[in-house]
């Protein structure tokens, strides 16, 4: 007996192949817009508990940053002494 071998569809190919990149590549952004709100997160509580530390141990914290080298954000934390 003679076995036909199934023809390939180009057509059907390409489009699932297009669709497995697009499933990946829409995998690949949602993991980066994760890792981006869990750092932003983490950044967060690292700045609450250095200020935490700070303020409750009767420190003072000054911090200067210069943004795009003209405007600076200036950061005081002193206890209140009174």
């Known amino acids: 007996m003679l076995m036909m071998m199934p023809s390939l569809d180009v057509k059907s190919t390409l489009s699932i192949a297009l669709q497995k990149s697009l499933v990946f590549a829409q995998c ?3 993991q980066l817009c994760a890792l981006c709100v869990y750092g932003v997160g983490f ?3 690292i700045l609450l508990g250095i200020t935490a530390h700070t303020l409750l141990h009767g ?4 911090l200067t940053a210069s943004i795009d080298g003209q405007e600076q954000m200036v950061l005081d934390l002193r206890p209140n002494t009174k």
Do not use: G, I
């Open 28 to 30: 690949c952004v949602q």
């Open 59 to 62: 420190q003072h914290l000054h």
């Open 43 to 45: 950044l967060c509580l």
